[in-house]
């Protein structure tokens, strides 16, 4: 996810041309669509683990090393 958000910060256009069979057309830049599909496996693995959205954000808003607050939580239940 870290990887997804420094690339958006890059981007020049939120779209990318691409080529088919009937002609050029416009789709969301692929990185949105990775980070969404990031983001889903780790709501779900958070839900799994029995973490919610507000425990998730907080652990990433405290510390700048997100996997290491993450485990040390997740070390903690």
């Not at 939120?14 to 780790?42: I, M, N, S």
């Amino acid at each position: 996810m870290e990887l997804c958000r420094k690339e958006l910060v890059t981007l020049e256009s939120t779209t990318v041309v691409v080529q088919t069979r009937y002609g050029e057309k416009l789709e969301p830049h692929p990185v949105f669509r990775t980070l969404r599909d990031a983001q889903t496996v780790l709501l779900k693995n958070c839900k799994e683990l029995g973490l919610n959205y507000e425990e998730l954000s907080r652990m990433v808003a405290e510390d700048e090393d997100t996997f290491k607050s993450f485990m040390k939580d997740v070390n903690n239940v």
